[in-house]
């Protein structure tokens, strides 16, 4: 059996990372904003580590998260807003779980990239 390789994560490396354009978020998703994005897995396992990067804009996530989704600012930033109106930014070097059942605003003022974790199974069950 092969040994597990370790996987590096240097934030300076994931910004420069290309990553592959995917579908907006639907319209009735979009508070404000003309969404445009970019994915890339970093590592598919027990947990899937990915990138995300996104034009300004702003989401309502109006049903609950499915999973934890822990996630690293790698640029700009991220103002999370509850469903009772709290909201915390998070800027660049910084981290935030994303808890599952969460819902609220998810803004992205400036242009974004994060570096998400969550777990393989739960995502596999929510995202089909």
Known sequence: MK????VPLYPEAMKQEALDAIPPFPK???ISGEQENWTK???YGEVVVALYES???RIAVNKPFSYDEFVNVLEGELILTDAD???KTFK???SVLVPKGWMGTWDMPKNFREMIVVETKAMEEAEG
């Open 41 to 43: 897995i970093i590592h």
């Open 3 to 6: 040994t597990p390789e370790i």
């Open 28 to 30: 009735e998703e979009l």
């Open 55 to 57: 034009t300004p804009t």
């Open 85 to 87: 109106g709290n909201k």
């Open 92 to 94: 660049a070097g910084e």
